[in-house]
């Protein structure tokens, strides 16, 4: 029964016989059959666009790892470009936003979006992983926060952002109505991505951690907040990600999500210590470029931090941010390995 699968168990603090693991960006880049669907597609948006192609690419880690869970394949930039921002990857140089919200005009266009208008595409590859999974694995539906889409959306690209962090300071107002803003898509769409199947929800707030504490409270963290309260009726679990949460762990554990996603810089035993007392899973954080290391190195680092994490109920294994499209695949096999079978010798 999908109830028994492991990451259900694990975010709800149940014992499970080995910690359940998948990784961030596990559809992508790094695998060949990836780049070969994507090259049949001609370009990312295609991919994305076209449920057939986005549900198979979906599954290629499933298939190819035996893992404990499917995310989607999709973008945190299907709102903005839904919102009309027009979206593209450009081979080598990121993504691009062809239109990006600078004023109170710009702002004031943004349409609100009918997620089954809007996203069809999304909730169709949705239907058809569900269809195709059967209940035997869970499905992993995901958004980006409002901070995060807001930091694309008034840069249109990605970098470190100056436009954007610069309005924190000279524009907060308009920051914060644009923020409302994403938070109602944000909240609408994982509704949407739950009635169509996900069985978890993941949000990745990539660009918290370049706030100060005081407004990463304020731009980021109380939108969160809503995004979870919102979410709570669909009875899904919530795992929330902020890269580079660092001193403000113990806030994120006390949105009200399942579990709390964290980088590679977080503290294994401090941060078990604080998810024991505030009743929260862990997700996390094998460092990507571990990935590297000769493969029995990494079965050795994999296992060093399968043993920091300890026993308990409540930890999920995962990489502490998305693998890298250069990552080699005996190193990934080498991990995996080491989670399968981590407790049975
Ligand atoms: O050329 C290609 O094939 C496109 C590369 C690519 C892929 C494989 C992009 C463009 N997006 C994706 C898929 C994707 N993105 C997934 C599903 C795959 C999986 O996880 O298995 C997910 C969950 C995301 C989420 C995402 N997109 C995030 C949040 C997670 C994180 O890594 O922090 C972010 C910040 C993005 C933006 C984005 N999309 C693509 C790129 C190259 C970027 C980064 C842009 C930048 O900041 O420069």
């Given at each position: ?5 492991r ?8 014992a499970v016989d080995r910690p359940p693991i ?43 790892f035996g893992l404990d ?217 094998l ?7 000769p493969p029995d190195r990494v079965s050795q680092v994999t296992n060093a931090l399968l043993q920091s994490f300890g026993s308990e109920?409540?930890y999920?294994f ?12 005996e190193a990934v096999s080498a991990m995996v390995a080491a989670v399968q079978h981590f407790g049975s010798s």
């Amino acid at each position: 029964m999908m109830s028994d699968a492991r990451l259900l168990k694990a975010l709800r603090l149940e014992a499970v016989d080995r910690p359940p693991i998948w990784f961030m960006r596990q559809a992508g880049r790094y695998l060949p059959e990836y780049r070969a669907v994507r090259a049949q597609a001609g370009s990312f948006r295609t991919l994305l666009q076209t449920p057939t192609l986005a549900a198979q690419v979906s599954l290629q880690p499933l298939s190819r790892f035996g893992l404990d869970a499917v995310i989607l394949f999709s973008d945190i930039l299907t709102i903005p470009d839904a919102m009309g921002l027009d979206f593209q990857v450009q081979e080598g140089s990121g993504v691009r936003l062809g239109r990006p919200v600078r004023t109170a005009e710009d702002a004031a266009r943004l349409p609100c979006l009918d997620m089954s208008r809007d996203l069809d595409y999304v909730l169709e590859t949705i239907e058809r992983l569900r269809g195709t999974l059967a209940g035997q694995v869970p499905l992993i539906g995901f958004a980006g926060s409002p901070w995060t889409l807001a930091c694309y959306m008034i840069e249109g690209c990605g970098g470190d952002f100056p436009t954007a962090r610069a309005m924190v300071y000279r524009e907060p107002a308009l920051l914060e109505g644009l923020l409302e803003h994403l938070t109602q898509a944000v909240s609408e769409y994982l509704c949407a991505q739950a009635r169509a199947g996900a069985d978890c929800l993941m949000v990745f707030d990539t660009w918290g951690g370049l706030l100060t504490a005081a407004d990463y409270r304020r731009f980021s963290l109380a939108f969160l907040h809503r995004i979870v309260a919102t979410l709570r009726p669909t009875g899904k679990p919530v795992i929330l990600f902020t890269l580079g949460i660092g001193d403000w762990l113990p806030q994120l554990m006390d949105t009200g999500a399942a579990a709390v996603g964290l980088d590679w810089r977080c503290d294994p035993h401090r941060s078990r210590f604080l998810a024991q007392e505030k009743r929260v899973a862990l997700q996390g954080n094998l460092d990507p470029f571990c990935l590297f290391a000769p493969p029995d190195r990494v079965s050795q680092v994999t296992n060093a931090l399968l043993q920091s994490f300890g026993s308990e109920p409540g930890y999920i294994f995962n990489l502490g941010h998305g693998i890298r499209p250069d990552t080699p695949l005996e190193a990934v096999s080498a991990m995996v390995a080491a989670v399968q079978h981590f407790g049975s010798s």
